[in-house]
């Protein structure tokens, strides 16, 4: 697993995980009564380092009546205005918008047309935000949602943030306490990750710094990416600091250098699977980073990126990683975020792909001047761990513009003790979900996590309309050369030397719009939450998951350069499809391969594309290799499915590259099998 902060303003931090996804979590998340936020007291923890994977964050969590909910409660006991519906807090914060807090003004995700950067226009556009002041307004901020943030730690000491940090729910993989700070060493000194992930969530609305979009929810979590000893089963519910989460943030994922088996006995993904039997049987609600790859791979700090070749001409015409490369992703429990800037388009860095669900807002590589204004665009501003001596607001920082700089006049106005940073990457795009996510189980806490998805689709807010056909994406690309052609036409036909491999956005035969660069769209808090509260008829939390099935012969002559229907399966019955997922495995040389899939209905969505972060480390098999799309949700899954192989030449470094004397054909030594399932939306 790696971090979720895009790279160039995150330095990747390598460590082993050890934790693999076994058995299931075993607990009902239960709701506290009435309990206090207990002290958590500073000190210095011992930390092992060990090697290969990178920084993390996640967050979660319900919990009940405590005074880790009343974020933003200076001690004031005013009753709030009559016409405002929020209580237990100070009256001057009682149905107020986040202009209460200092450094609002640069929190352009919240309200952007207020903000900073909305005067910047090369790289702001003064309008894209979350759009959540409505619901604060109403004074709904999280109350009695339990969230959890499993990252690289968090600094609970922080000023914004211990006010909302429960003892109950926080635990660090690394000596067994229950305090996530990461240890104050050298090694980690930028271990701020998780703790800017707590901040865009659930910062305290109290008079100081930032404020999160859920700033009276109750904020756990633990060490658990980097950390010496991390278990996934106890961090995924399955422990008595765990047990009453009602979200995960997973700002974290893998980046494997081969495809992984997907659910097999060795590939279990049990612990996401007994999800929906927490949150008293509503299901936690789990929020994960798709991932910063589009451009390029970093496996390693002591390795050089993985790059993908250029296609059709354009650096960036496709991305580089598949966020489904990480099998945890494929998981229909999961909810996949990507990353828009704040011009209201795809974060550069952001992946692209099938399985991504909704959007986040995770800004761009803003570096320069006073707060990020100089550069591609604004980063998210939140909170950073305490102190000037580390995080990324410190003495000699990898940041470069003045809030993050000790000493500077604006740090000196603004954050002169470096409690306050601002990240980007998917990393930071995930907590925006995962706190809009939470005003809507404040809103309402009978929302099963099947509700919660669905209403995030139902109201998510479709962006940048024309990307498809800008810059020359739909241009036709030639498969032997990897050219762009003149042709746009859409057509995916059995033979062709040229295909489309980039259909922008699509409405699909049951009239939903979806895109593998925004999922279903951007997020919208304000009508989410207010049709959260208007939902009064659930959807079961269960989802039933059906086996693989062959879905035809075995493939034995395998086309590179070009188009070719590998084969087609039939479905009966009434059902809507939720999502569909292939499972191949073969001697295929799988960088030059992109598999697309053709429903009943007649929409085509790219599973995989060719040319990707496989093509230049030749790969040359794979075994249950996962793959899965959304573009067909609410589709009837009744009628005939086609399955294509959209293909590149591969280079010489795919040992199974072996083609027929004159042709670009090959008689593949292990034959490709094919597997499907739908998994229907029942």
């Given amino acids: 697993m790696r971090s979720r902060r895009a790279r160039a303003t995150c330095p990747l931090f390598v460590e082993q995980v050890k934790a693999v996804r ?85 929190q352009w995700a919240l309200k952007q047309a207020t903000s900073f950067f909305a005067a910047f226009g090369l790289v702001a556009n003064g309008t894209t935000d979350i759009d959540v002041e409505d619901a604060h307004k109403a004074g709904i901020k999280g109350q009695g949602v339990n969230v959890l943030v499993l990252d690289d730690g968090i600094d609970v000491h922080n000023e914004d943030l211990f006010a909302n940090a429960n003892s109950d729910m926080t635990h660090n993989f690394d000596d067994g306490s229950n305090d996530p700070t990461p240890a104050d060493i050298p090694a980690n000194i930028k271990d701020a990750h998780g703790t800017n992930v707590a901040g865009i969530i659930a910062a305290a609305q109290n008079g100081k710094g930032v404020m999160g979009i859920a700033p009276r929810a109750t904020l756990g979590g633990a060490r658990f990416i980097g950390a010496a000893n991390p278990d996934i089963t106890a961090a995924y519910g399955g422990a008595a600091w765990s047990k009453n989460g009602h979200l995960i943030n997973a ?42 790859e589009y451009e390029s791979i970093n496996d390693d700090i002591n390795l050089p990126p993985r790059t993908c070749p250029t296609v059709g001409g354009t650096a960036g015409m496709i991305g580089c990683e598949n966020p489904a490369n990480d099998p945890e992703a494929l998981e229909p429990g999961v909810i996949v975020v990507g990353a828009a800037n704040a011009q209201g388009i795809k974060s550069s860095y952001s992946n692209a792909g099938s399985v991504n669900w909704i959007t986040g807002l995770g800004g761009e590589y803003g570096n320069g001047g006073k707060y990020g204004e100089v550069g591609s665009g604004p980063k998210i501003f ?23 700089i000790p000493g500077t006049a604006t740090n000196l106005k603004d954050n002169a003790k470096c409690d306050y940073s601002s990240m980007n990457g998917t990393s930071a795009a995930t907590p925006t979900l995962s706190g809009v996510v939470a005003l809507m189980l404040a809103a309402n806490p009978n929302l099963t996590w099947r509700d919660v998805r669905e209403i995030l689709r139902a109201t998510a807010r479709k962006i940048d309309t024309d990307y498809g056909s800008r810059d020359g994406r739909n241009a036709r690309i030639d498969l032997l050369t990897g050219a762009a052609t003149g042709d746009t036409s859409a057509a995916l036909t059995d033979g062709a030397t040229t295909a489309r491999l980039d259909y922008g956005w699509q409405t699909n035969a049951a009239g939903y719009a979806y895109s593998t660069w925004y999922g279903f769209g951007l997020v919208d808090a304000s009508a989410a939450v207010k049709m959260a509260k208007a939902t009064v008829t659930y959807k079961p939390a269960a989802l039933s998951v059906p086996d693989f ?17 590998l084969g087609q399966f039939n479905v009966s019955g009434t059902d809507k499809v939720d999502a569909l997922q292939l499972r191949v495995s073969g001697s295929v040389c799988v960088g030059s391969v992109g598999f697309f899939v053709k429903s009943p209905s007649g ?46 030449v591969p280079t010489n470094a795919c040992s199974t590259y072996q083609p027929q ?22």
């Fill in 549 to 565: 099935a062959a879905a035809f012969a075995n493939v034995n002559q395998f086309n590179y350069g070009a188009v070719q229907k």
């Fill in 603 to 648: 929409t085509v969505s790219a599973l995989s594309l060719p040319y990707n972060g496989y093509y230049n480390n030749g790969v040359d098999t794979v075994n249950k290799y996962g793959l899965g799309s959304y573009a067909f949700y609410g589709e009837n899954a009744a009628g005939t499915w086609e399955v294509y192989a959209v293909s590149g």
């Fill in 22 to 106: 076994t058995s299931r979590a075993l607990h009902n998340t239960q709701r506290q009564n009435g309990g206090l936020v207990k002290d958590i007291t500073g000190k210095t923890l011992a930390l092992t380092l060990f090697a290969t994977v990178a920084l993390a964050a996640c967050g979660g969590g319900d919990s009940g009546s405590n005074t880790a909910n009343n974020g933003g409660n200076t001690g004031g006991n005013t009753p709030p205005a009559s016409t405002c519906a929020e209580t237990g807090v100070d009256a001057k914060y009682a149905c107020q918008t986040g202009s209460t807090e200092p450094l609002y003004a640069y």
């Fill in 382 to 404: 939140s909170t950073d761990l305490s102190g000037c001596a580390r995080g990324y607001s410190r003495a000699n920082p990898d940041d470069t513009y003045d809030f993050a």
């Fill in 661 to 682: 004397a004159g042709t670009h054909t090959v008689t593949l030594a292990t034959p490709l099998a094919v597997e499907y399932r739908v998994i229907a939306a029942k």
């Fill in 251 to 292: 700002s974290y994922g893998a980046n494997p250098q081969a495809p992984l088996e997907y659910d097999t006995s060795t590939s279990t993904q049990a612990a996401v699977r007994a999800f929906p039997n927490l949150r008293n049987g509503r299901g936690l609600v789990m929020l994960k980073a798709s991932g910063n």
